[in-house]
């Protein structure tokens, strides 16, 4: 059984771009949720979808966007980039997101400059 | 809001040692759920056990075990004859329904031979 795939695994953009990370679930999972993890903040949540909505977001800027679409891949795309935007991005699958437990990506390293 | 504390930035073991990994959380929850995860060099976060709040039995898979105490917020994981591959930072983790998890800063464990 495949795992979560994330693509790419490195990514380098200048400011004020923007960018699109990909991220297919396990083959049955609905749900899928981002995360962003930097030395800094630690690892936080970005939002999660379910059946194509999003059901739930964390506190980030509007810069910061996703979707997911009826083959349950999902995308988030960062616009007009920050270099604070540097960091690992992770995708994380579960069947319908009841806690029962996230099966994570390798993420997306995205570097800012 | 919740909150998940990890107080040992780093440890140290030797091989075939046991060693226990603190984590202290704070949510207004009743139900809920708690992880610990593990994320080596090559990034992927492993779930490497999964604790329901309802349950006063502590999870155990394999050489890793839990000391749960709901009463007082704490979920400590117990890694028992710690092997070379145990190497990496590990991650408490809560989940209340809402389809997101709050994460502790991370505990780096080093296996020694």
């Known amino acids: ?113 | 809001a919740q909150t998940v504390t990890q107080s040992q930035p780093e440890m140290s073991v030797q091989e075939a040692e046991t060693v226990t990994l603190s984590c202290t959380y704070d949510t207004s929850e009743n139900n809920y759920y708690l992880f610990w995860y593990k994320q080596p060099p090559s990034r992927q976060m492993i779930l490497v056990i999964r604790q329901e709040a309802y349950k006063q039995q502590n999870a155990t898979e394999n050489r890793f075990s839990v000391n749960f105490q709901k009463a007082a917020k704490s979920f400590s994981l117990k890694i028992s004859d710690s092997q070379l591959g145990d190497t990496a930072m590990y991650f408490c983790a809560l989940g209340e329904y809402g389809n997101k998890l709050v994460f502790g800063a991370g505990t780096i464990l080093r296996v020694k031979s």
Request: proline share 4%; charged share 15%; glycine share 12%.
């Open chain 1, 1 to 113: 059984k495949a795992g979560v795939t994330q693509t790419p695994r490195y990514l380098i953009k200048t400011r004020g771009q923007q960018v699109t990370l990909s991220c297919s679930p396990i083959s049955g999972h609905r749900s899928v949720s981002w995360y962003q993890q930097t030395p800094g903040q630690g690892l936080q949540f970005l939002f999660e979808y379910f059946s194509e909505t999003q059901r739930n977001k964390g506190n980030f800027p509007g810069r910061f966007s996703g979707r997911q679409f009826s083959n349950s891949r999902s995308e988030m795309n960062v616009s007009t980039l920050e270099l604070g935007d540097s960091a690992l991005y992770l995708c994380a699958s579960s069947p319908d997101g009841s806690n029962y437990g996230y099966t994570f990506g390798s993420g997306t390293r995205l570097t800012v400059v």
